[in-house]
């Protein structure tokens, strides 16, 4: 095998959440302003065993590609457990989480501290990377960029690990996020997604504790050339009253929601140490739709967590259509160890896989429902690649003709498929931001 030049720029390998995508957008800034080169950077995640294994095997995999590559491992799962990366031969390097975005950490040569994870329960501010300019080079060529307005968790659900990878819930300032939307949209991005681990605690750490709906309005009062913001996975009775009045009357919010649920069944909810119960979830899916007709919502939900009886299952498989969710995150339950759910009564692996089976078709079921309902329907659909964007409810969307990526343009929804939408192009291709 040949081996790479010497120059060949940095590599980042993704697992995980959009926190995890968009802080791997800051390290290839802070990797190309170190001038490394031959690096490999792998960014892993720790919410299921399966997904640590699929970060073992890819750095395995990149060895043998590339044996002279310098290999940095980083992370929740690296974070959490540091000792189990840097026992692989494989690895150079493993960075903690709060390491892994401050630029000193990747101007140190090879020979340097070969283990570099602090206390990430110590940490009490977000980091300092928001307004850099690597963030902006970092997302060139995309349509959608997102930005990070809160990390950590305080919460202790007993099946999550990602509070030990991620340490208590910080904010970013309001000043800050306004600056890098800015940035972004100055650069050209026409949609922007707020991330974070909990975004609906967002303030509490702040003075004056300006809650996640404060934050929003405040956001698109001072930049008003974004034309779409959307949010990621919001806790359902974590939303303000700002945040409610905001779905029901700014437009530039997107009417599409992602829900943290879980489950539909109030004993495995409380045995999860969830803040909600069945009723909460199905309260919040209603007022949604009332406010913000023809809504789309998603869900994360979890199948054979410990305990679950097949009523239990019957109660989450049944909130699908309780609350009308269109877009599904399935996942079987997977125990991590030092999490109170490991020590709980276990549900047989395969029929784990069963139940997540069961879900996830009845999930494409309602997806394929909802996009059905769409034909006919005129919509606004930012363009990723050529023929090929998202509608305001977050439906792929097939175009009639290639547009530059980045254009919103004006569509009419003339079919669709079990898993995206076709549409006809109106009017001016000109036109970059609905009337």
Not at 350 to 379: I, M, N, P
Request: charged share 25%.
């Amino acid at each position: 095998m040949t081996t790479p030049p010497p120059d060949r720029p940095p590599e980042i390998v993704t697992f995980g959440c959009r926190l995890n995508t968009y802080e791997s957008e800051v390290m290839r800034g802070l990797a190309q302003d170190a001038a490394l080169t031959d690096t490999v950077i792998i960014n892993t995640c720790a919410v299921t065993a399966e997904a640590e294994r699929q970060a073992r095997q890819m750095i395995r995999k990149l060895r043998r590609e590339r044996p002279e590559a310098r290999i940095i491992v980083t992370g929740c799962a690296a974070q959490i457990n540091p000792e189990r990366f840097a026992a692989m031969p494989e690895v150079d390097q493993v960075l903690g989480n709060s390491e892994k975005l401050k630029s000193e950490s990747f101007g140190l040569d090879r020979g340097a501290e070969r283990v570099r994870v602090n206390d990430i329960m110590a940490i009490r501010e977000t980091a300092g990377h928001l307004i850099d300019g690597p963030v902006v080079r970092g997302f060139e060529g995309r349509a959608r960029a997102f930005v990070q307005v809160q990390n950590g968790c305080d919460h202790r659900c007993t099946f999550c690990i990602i509070p030990f990878g991620r340490g208590p819930s910080r904010s970013a300032a309001i000043g800050e996020i306004v600056a890098q939307v800015r940035a972004l949209t100055g650069a050209g991005y026409r949609e922007v997604v707020l991330t974070g681990v909990d975004i609906t605690a967002y303030g509490a750490d702040l003075p004056g504790q300006p809650p996640l709906g404060q934050m929003v309005r405040r956001l698109l009062a001072q930049v008003p050339e974004l034309p779409r913001l959307r949010l990621s996975s919001l806790d359902p009775v974590e939303i303000d009253d700002d945040l409610w009045r905001l779905i029901a009357e700014e437009p530039r919010l997107m009417p599409h929601l992602h829900l943290s649920l879980q489950a539909g069944d109030d004993m495995i909810l409380k045995r999860m140490r969830r803040r909600h119960s069945r009723d909460d979830a199905i309260a919040t899916c209603r007022r949604a739709r009332t406010l913000r007709p023809g809504i789309a919502l998603g869900a994360d939900l979890i199948a054979g967590f410990p305990t679950e009886t097949d009523a239990m299952f019957d109660n989450s498989l049944e909130l699908v259509e309780a609350c009308d969710l269109t877009w599904l995150h399935v996942f079987p339950y997977s125990a991590r160890p030092g999490t109170p759910a490991a020590k709980m009564p276990a549900v047989a692996a395969a029929l784990r896989k069963e139940r997540a089976a069961r879900l996830r078709d009845a999930g494409a079921a309602a997806a394929a429902r909802f996009l059905r309902s769409c034909v006919g329907a005129q919509t606004h659909v930012l363009v990723e690649r050529e023929t090929l964007g998202r509608t305001e409810h977050f439906a792929e969307i097939t175009l009639d003709q290639p547009v530059e990526a980045g254009t919103i343009v004006p569509v009419s929804v003339t079919a669709a498929d079990p898993e995206r939408l076709q549409g006809r192009i109106r009017g001016d291709l000109t036109e970059r931001m609905p009337p």
